[in-house]
């Protein structure tokens, strides 16, 4: 006797991107959309937003409501805190109401998780299911930064002045202790979890985070460092705990032409 797939819900954190991508979305996955970009699309790229499945972007998503996208409506929020603030204040908002399980995704995902179609599609049809700590992160790129962003932060090229990434404050504020030496994670903050993980935090807790989001200098970029943490959780598999960066995405092995 099959068991029934767990009731999912897909959070997309959108800001112009072309959401074309969701009408591959499974059927029995619900879809709520944020837009901080004003209703605005992108222009779309000269890729694909995901190589596994290139032809999803064949065609322009159609608007509907406020930002649109595959037939969906969504919700305006002020454009203040990323990802980080939608995620917050569906987790607030919605907290009686959460799926059993929560995907929660940027606009265009593939760009830190190649695979995300393949996950939700197996994450609907039960195939895959969370284990026992109802949290999982979406990537495949695995890396580490300290608590002042010294490692990656500082040094990123899109840090143009250097700055310190202040996650030790944010992870005192919000946590009540002090934050690791070592922060492990999988980069671009999308991540799976379930309702009993979500309100195994208080809902004061959760109204704070989603404050300090909206508040707090490169808040965004702080949680993508801590969301297991957030959640209760060290969501990094033993495998992968290392201080190297892991590249888990598959090498494409094409055949080369030799050039004379």
Known sequence: MSVAAPAIELVVARFREDLAWTR?????????????????????ADEPDEPDEPDETDEVAETTGAAGGAGFGAIALPNVGREA???????????????????????????????????????A????????????????????DDPRGERLFVRWSKNEDGRQLRVDALHEALLASAAPPRLRFFGGAQLVVTAER?????????????ALAATFPDAAHCFE?????????????????????????????GVQATRR
Do not use: M
Request: hydrophobic share 40%; with cysteine.
């Open 24 to 44: 591959n979305v499974p059927a029995a996955v619900r879809v709520t959309i944020y837009d901080k970009g004003g209703g605005e699309r992108a222009a779309r």
């Open 85 to 123: 603030h939608t995620y917050l204040h569906h987790l607030v908002e919605r907290r009686a109401s959460l799926a059993a399980v929560t995907v929660f995704c940027q606009g265009r995902p593939f760009d830190h998780a190649w695979d995300f179609h393949h996950t939700l599609r197996a994450l």
């Open 125 to 144: 049809s039960g195939a895959e299911r969370l284990g026992a700590d109802g949290f999982r992160w979406l990537g495949h790129l695995v890396d580490t």
């Open 198 to 210: 979500a309100r195994s935090r208080a809902p004061e807790f959760w109204e704070r985070a989603r």
């Open 225 to 253: 460092r801590i969301w297991d943490r957030v959640f209760g959780v060290d969501g990094v598999p033993a495998a992968l705990r290392g201080d190297e960066p892991a590249w888990l995405k598959p090498v494409r092995r």
